[in-house]
């Protein structure tokens, strides 16, 4: 999965994310706009901090960056340091403005926001068999599988606390790396709120065949890590909200997107049908916006991600 992404010519450094599924990001403005809201307090609870920081881990083509940056106010604009991470090469249309990176900068004030970076972190797959769980080979080229050694110690010990699996023949995805992934993020924050969103899923809701899947050109495919598609598997957000807490995230709140958004304004309310006579234009235009509120926090749809917020403050 790190070789197929990531590797010399992987998935991710010769691809954008936008052009072959759809996140919320690309989804709607809206989306970076409840983003700039959370930033706004933020920036307010710190006491408006110089610089303002707001780093995008998993940035993709920097689109969320952008439009964050390009929906602030001039006060808070002038005072903001954009940090766009990611693997991939520098899109050539991002702003100057914004820092393109290949890891998170130290000392961060500010807010750190990672929408679908996480379930892009690889991850190892474990089977349980009479004699416990077995590690998931794959062919690298036909994607066939077949059952290797016994995992790791300490993925043992990841299994055990986070991912009991029950009856042979079921499929754990390890977390550890994700945890760890988290844990670097938290350790960077040194005041304000980090938040991953993600697919998700709870300890006591596993799904117990795992989620494992690959996605091309805005389809499912076989998840054969062969560099030709995104390889994806949810998050056990649970487990990194308990990383982030040993590496110093002092609040957590994990939620839905749905309850996240309808927090920062987010409602999906349509416009009043009087408008439509006195106002088509407005009334439209309103329509619209509602119709992307909706689908940002649809229960079966994005508004069911996961939401993991943490911070030092
Ligand atoms: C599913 S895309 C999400 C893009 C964007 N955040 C969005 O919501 O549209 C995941 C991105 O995470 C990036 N990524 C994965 N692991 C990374 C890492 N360790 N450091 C930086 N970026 C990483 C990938 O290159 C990819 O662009």
């Given at each position: 999965m790190e070789h197929a992404l990531y590797g010399e010519s992987g998935f991710y450094l010769r691809e954008r994310p936008s052009s072959h599924f759809r996140t919320s990001v690309g989804a709607s403005p809206v989306f970076a706009e409840a983003v700039l809201r959370e930033l706004a307090a933020i920036d307010e609870a710190l006491g408006g901090p110089d610089p303002l920081d707001l780093v995008d881990i998993g940035a993709g083509g920097g689109e969320l960056a952008a439009g964050v940056l390009a929906a602030a106010p001039p006060a808070l604009r002038s005072r903001l340091r954009v940090t766009a991470v990611d693997l991939a090469p520098r899109p050539a249309a991002l702003p100057g403005e914004i820092v393109w990176a290949r890891a998170a900068p130290d000392g961060i004030h500010g807010l750190v926001i990672a929408n679908e970076w996480l379930d892009n972190v690889p991850v190892d797959i474990a089977e349980q068999t009479a004699d416990g769980p077995r590690l998931v080979m794959v062919n690298v080229t036909d994607g066939e599988e077949r059952l290797g050694g016994r995992p790791s110690e300490a993925d043992l010990a990841w299994l055990d606390r986070w991912w009991p699996m029950r009856a042979v023949g079921e499929r754990a995805e390890i977390g550890r790396p994700r945890d760890r992934a988290w844990a670097s993020v938290i350790v960077r924050l040194a005041r304000g709120r980090a938040v991953a969103i993600d697919y998700s899923h709870a300890l006591d809701d596993r799904p117990p065949y795992g989620t494992l899947a690959g996605y091309r050109d805005g389809s499912m495919v076989a998840p054969v890590p062969d560099g030709s598609c995104d390889i994806t598997a949810h998050v056990a957000l649970d487990a990194c909200a308990a990383a982030g807490e040993s590496a110093g995230a002092v609040t957590t709140a994990l939620t839905t997107q749905r309850e996240a958004l309808l927090a920062l304004g987010v409602t999906g309310g349509r416009p009043a049908i009087e408008q439509a006579a006195s106002d088509p234009r407005g009334y439209l235009q309103a329509l619209a916006r509602a119709s992307e509120?909706?689908?940002?926090?649809?229960?079966?749809?994005?508004?069911?991600?996961?939401?993991?917020?943490?911070?030092r403050p």
């Amino acid at each position: 999965m790190e070789h197929a992404l990531y590797g010399e010519s992987g998935f991710y450094l010769r691809e954008r994310p936008s052009s072959h599924f759809r996140t919320s990001v690309g989804a709607s403005p809206v989306f970076a706009e409840a983003v700039l809201r959370e930033l706004a307090a933020i920036d307010e609870a710190l006491g408006g901090p110089d610089p303002l920081d707001l780093v995008d881990i998993g940035a993709g083509g920097g689109e969320l960056a952008a439009g964050v940056l390009a929906a602030a106010p001039p006060a808070l604009r002038s005072r903001l340091r954009v940090t766009a991470v990611d693997l991939a090469p520098r899109p050539a249309a991002l702003p100057g403005e914004i820092v393109w990176a290949r890891a998170a900068p130290d000392g961060i004030h500010g807010l750190v926001i990672a929408n679908e970076w996480l379930d892009n972190v690889p991850v190892d797959i474990a089977e349980q068999t009479a004699d416990g769980p077995r590690l998931v080979m794959v062919n690298v080229t036909d994607g066939e599988e077949r059952l290797g050694g016994r995992p790791s110690e300490a993925d043992l010990a990841w299994l055990d606390r986070w991912w009991p699996m029950r009856a042979v023949g079921e499929r754990a995805e390890i977390g550890r790396p994700r945890d760890r992934a988290w844990a670097s993020v938290i350790v960077r924050l040194a005041r304000g709120r980090a938040v991953a969103i993600d697919y998700s899923h709870a300890l006591d809701d596993r799904p117990p065949y795992g989620t494992l899947a690959g996605y091309r050109d805005g389809s499912m495919v076989a998840p054969v890590p062969d560099g030709s598609c995104d390889i994806t598997a949810h998050v056990a957000l649970d487990a990194c909200a308990a990383a982030g807490e040993s590496a110093g995230a002092v609040t957590t709140a994990l939620t839905t997107q749905r309850e996240a958004l309808l927090a920062l304004g987010v409602t999906g309310g349509r416009p009043a049908i009087e408008q439509a006579a006195s106002d088509p234009r407005g009334y439209l235009q309103a329509l619209a916006r509602a119709s992307e509120e909706a689908e940002l926090i649809a229960p079966g749809g994005l508004g069911g991600f996961g939401w993991l917020s943490q911070s030092r403050p």
